[in-house]
């Protein structure tokens, strides 16, 4: 299982229930963001095994934070997450080089640990 996690979203409620679901779990959350710019900035500080990125940020689309970061030498994995079924949006999130999507309603530990190899 991944040991570090940077949560990246807007909603600092949503931040904030995440840290504590996944740390119940074992992960360990050692940063958040609440926009694009701030997810880049972390994960290169903070080198995250994973990142949880919403898909709707202030100010970019998680699909592009999560191109940016898969472009990356040695890249994290990125799960996108959205209060939107991820059928919304298509290919995208596929094509961003994101490793999986979940709804935030489905956001576990285990429903991570599906999605990462």
Do not use: C, N, W
Not at 70 to 97: C, E, F, K, M, N
Request: aromatic share 4%; hydrophobic share 45%.
């Amino acid at each position: 299982m991944p040991s570090s996690v940077l949560i990246v979203d807007d909603h600092a409620g949503f931040r904030a229930t995440a840290r504590r679901l996944l740390e119940s779990e074992g992960y360990a959350v050692v940063g958040e963001a609440e926009d694009g710019a701030a997810a880049l900035a972390a994960v290169a500080e903070l080198r995250p095994d994973v990142v949880l990125l919403d898909v709707q940020l202030p100010d970019t689309d998680g699909f592009e934070v999560s191109s940016r970061l898969t472009d990356l030498g040695d890249p994290p994995a990125v799960i996108l997450v959205s209060s939107r079924d991820g059928d919304d949006y298509g290919s995208l999130a596929g094509d961003s080089g994101a490793r999986g999507f979940l709804a935030k309603s489905d956001l576990s530990g285990a429903a991570l640990e599906e999605l990462l190899p």
